[in-house]
């Protein structure tokens, strides 16, 4: 008996020192690990999207990129610079690394905050690359702990957009007699030097004439009339729209040139032109030409009217050329102008373009050269606007087809025809 109450004390004080021991294991909390006071946050840069458009140019492209940044871990973030990197087919095409990439007084983004760059122009003037179709960005920043750290996006690169329409320009003007302020009809007007060299026109029967298609630039500008000495002037445009000729007329004896110029091809050849005096006796002339291209033939001199034969070498440029063969007498002189194609080898004799019964408008792209030449649309629904890149992108367009399948062309031509566009276009649907 006594042995069962010893067992029942013993098992009773057991029990509550396990129940001791529990209730103090409830009662306590648990406990964590505070930061250290001293910890360093440090900047952090996100790309959050890269915005990129691409131009075509006469020789490569043009890209122009910008990149959308935030920071996010509330410091402020100096950015040191960009590097973008252009790839088609997994190659390079074009690189340039941006420094001060948001403006020249700061490249900060601030803490929490967002931030867009200005926009990057990257340029690959190497006509064999192909067109870029992806874009990557790495940005390269600091903080305050000068830590460098990186941030990159990337981007596709959209569709290029062709080159904005040529801008052309008219100069109007009234060529009259210095004497009697009456305009000169026929008299001709012609640009004898500058990115207009060649074109011409000729008065109307009040003297008034009008010069379209000019390119903004400077250039030298000749009128002459026959009995009458030829006039110069230097001329800009958009900046002068009017230039005004006043000639007098060529006194005692003189003499007239028919024709008053003449276009050659490429090839060159031998030409003529006449001079007829106002005075059957007593009238001298002679020819001299400084341009070393042209050759005067036979005789260049003579008292009489007479035909002065000259020979233009041949042109192996892309470049057209313009000369002119004087005719001086004792009170006077006149000009023959010569105008020289350029050399046709490098133009394509055909294009063809195939289009569906949309309106369409689009840059064809010529050779150097090929687009000096007398051009001719057989069809009112094709039209030329103009040229870009010193005429090595045609800007054509058609109107949209209401009727059956048509053809149209347009045509170069100097001597001959060098190079044809044929535009098929489908039946309306």
């Known amino acids: 008996m006594w042995r069962q109450l010893i067992v029942r004390y013993v098992a009773a004080a057991m029990a509550f020192v396990a129940c ?48 959308h940044l935030k920071e996010t871990a509330g410091v402020a973030a100096a950015i040191a610079s960009i590097d973008l990197k252009f790839l088609s087919g997994g190659a390079t095409v074009a690189s ?78 009234v060529i009259s007699d210095d004497s009697t302020r009456r305009g000169i009809g026929g008299a001709r007007i012609e640009v004898i030097s500058g990115a207009n060299l060649g074109k011409a026109t000729t008065a109307d029967a009040s003297g008034r004439y009008v010069l379209d298609d000019l390119a903004a630039g400077s250039f030298r500008l000749r009128a002459s009339a026959g009995g009458y000495d ?63 291209w042209i050759t005067i033939n036979g005789a260049a001199s003579g008292s009489g009217a007479a035909a002065v034969s000259y020979t233009v070498a041949p042109n192996s440029g892309v470049g057209a050329l313009l000369g002119s063969i004087t005719i001086q007498w004792a009170s006077g002189r006149a000009a023959f102008s010569v105008f020289q194609y350029p050399v046709r080898t490098n133009c394509q004799p055909e294009i063809v373009i195939h289009l569906s019964p949309n309106a369409w408008e689009a840059y064809v792209p010529l050779a150097v050269g090929c687009y000096i030449g007398k051009m001719a649309i057989d069809v009112p629904w094709v039209r030329v606007l103009g040229t870009h890149g010193g005429g090595t992108l045609l800007d054509v367009r058609a109107d949209a087809n209401a009727g059956a399948a048509r053809t149209g062309h347009i045509r170069f031509s100097d001597e001959r025809v060098y190079l044809q566009i044929t535009i098929n276009q489908d039946a309306a649907r």
């Open 96 to 173: 340039l690394r941006h420094e001060q990439p948001i403006s020249d007084s700061s490249n900060v983004c601030p803490a929490n905050g967002a931030v867009d760059t200005r926009e990057l122009v990257t340029l690959d003037n190497d006509p064999s690359h192909s067109y870029a179709t992806t874009v990557r960005a790495i940005v390269t920043y600091t903080d305050s702990t000068t830590t460098v750290s990186t941030a990159e996006g990337s981007a596709e690169v959209g569709a290029a957009s062709g080159p904005p329409p040529a801008q052309t320009y008219t100069l109007t003007g």
């Open 230 to 292: 030829a006039g110069e002037q230097g001329i800009a445009v958009p900046a002068n729209p009017q230039a005004d000729f006043t000639l007098k007329q060529s006194v005692g004896c003189f003499y007239t040139l028919s024709p008053l110029s003449e276009s050659v091809s490429a090839a060159g050849g031998s030409r003529s032109f006449t001079v007829t005096p106002s005075a059957a006796t007593g009238c001298t002339w002679r020819a001299s030409s400084s341009d070393p």
């Open 20 to 67: 001791a021991a529990c209730g103090g294991q409830s009662a306590s909390a648990p406990t964590s690990t505070p930061p250290p006071s001293n910890a360093i946050v440090r900047a952090k840069l996100e790309v959050t999207s890269v915005t990129v458009t691409g131009e075509s140019l006469t020789t490569g492209y043009a890209y122009r990129t910008v990149v």
